[in-house]
């Protein structure tokens, strides 16, 4: 089980890396940060200063980061050093994975509402492609005591997008519409990594300390995983979740398991809202860039993922422009948000041992 269970102490130690990759790694990461403390430009006396753009809206810090250690602390930095480093090795990447979606709101209190299957891909840089091949949705149990069942969703279509780089293509199966949202300039390359899930795909310690505030949360006695909470510090992310969980697999390292709280996840609301949508990814393949298992065929049959998708028979194209278009990302990996009206759950108060936050395995 995935479940979201307190680590009361952390055990400080040394990554298991091989070969020295992690010293390596390590050598890279400060030779770049040296690089990167270049002396800034000198403005000519009389010239005006660059006006500089007003900061987005920040959340308030959870009341744990006060409290996390320096030991902690390295402990965080040597993970997030080497996920960054192996991620950057990634150039293709294939899985298949399960789909628990949790609504408490207009689902089931404790059961999942929808169980999914389906197949992911993705290529370094901004290549992706997200399709479900089941679903199967809650059915009350039709006795008081029974148990409930879970009935499949018929169709040809379930939830399919495709990012090529420049637009996000969507399968509106009930409105049979074959929607590309053109993405703007400065996004194009960037959708897939600052979605819903950054976690996933090209993992930027940088760029993951600039947006979130991150604990180390591994159970005790978890020798082959790594598990990290994330919680966004900018208002535009929270938008999206209340925070993340990435369970890291240690002999892979890269995510096993994804767990998003949606942002209005609140386990202390009467009645309790946990609506979340989790993600285990399974017979995962990865390929490096010049990686000679890659030939020519098994290349092009891979990119065909990333195409524009074929329009089916008695479907409509519909374009959205960039400046119509959906913020790349809301909806992404079949996320919704939900709304159901309840206050976010204090910062900082996130329960420990809780049987209504697991994944089923």
Not at 66 to 91: C, G, N
Request: hydrophobic share 35%; proline share 10%.
């Amino acid at each position: 089980m995935f479940a979201v269970t307190a680590r009361n102490h952390l055990h400080v130690g040394t990554l298991r890396m091989k070969n020295g990759i992690f010293s390596a790694a390590a050598l890279v990461l400060v030779t770049l940060s040296v690089a990167a403390q270049a002396q800034a430009p000198v403005i000519p006396s009389g010239q005006a200063r660059p006006q500089r753009a007003p900061a987005p809206p920040q959340m308030p810090q959870p009341q744990w980061v006060a409290e996390m250690t320096p030991q902690h602390l390295k402990y965080l930095d040597e993970i997030l050093s080497f996920w960054e480093f192996r991620s950057s090795k990634v150039q293709q990447y294939e899985c298949q994975f399960n789909r628990w979606e949790y609504d408490s709101v207009f689902g089931p209190p404790q059961d999942h509402k929808t169980l999914a299957v389906g197949e992911l891909k993705y290529e370094n840089p901004d290549k992706g492609s997200f399709q479900l091949t089941k679903l199967d949705e809650y059915r009350a149990p039709q006795q008081p005591g029974g148990q409930p069942t879970y009935q499949p969703v018929p169709g040809d279509f379930l939830e399919h997008w495709v990012c090529d780089g420049k637009s996000i293509f969507e399968y509106n199966a009930p409105k049979k519409q074959l929607i590309e949202r053109q993405l703007p300039p400065e996004q194009q390359g960037k959708a897939i990594k600052h979605g819903p899930l950054p976690f996933m795909f090209g993992a930027n310690k940088a760029e993951i300390n600039a947006r979130y505030w991150l604990r180390v949360t591994t159970p005790p006695g978890n020798e082959t995983q790594y598990w990290l909470e994330a919680w966004p510090k900018y208002l535009e992310d929270s938008q999206n979740f209340h925070h993340v969980e990435i369970v890291i697999d240690q002999a892979e390292f890269l995510p096993l398991a994804i767990q998003v709280f949606d942002r209005n996840w609140n386990p202390y609301a009467q009645p309790p809202v946990h609506t979340r949508t989790a993600y285990e990814f399974k017979d995962r393949k990865t390929f490096a860039q010049g990686d000679f298992a890659l030939n020519v065929q098994q290349l092009n049959l891979f990119r065909r993922s990333f195409y524009e998708p074929t329009l089916p028979s008695g479907w409509q194209k519909v374009v959205e422009k960039p400046e119509i278009a959906t913020a790349p990302g809301q909806q992404q990996f079949g996320m919704q948000q939900q709304r159901g009206g309840a206050q976010n759950v204090p910062i900082g108060r996130a329960p420990r041992n809780n049987q209504a936050n697991t994944i089923p395995r």
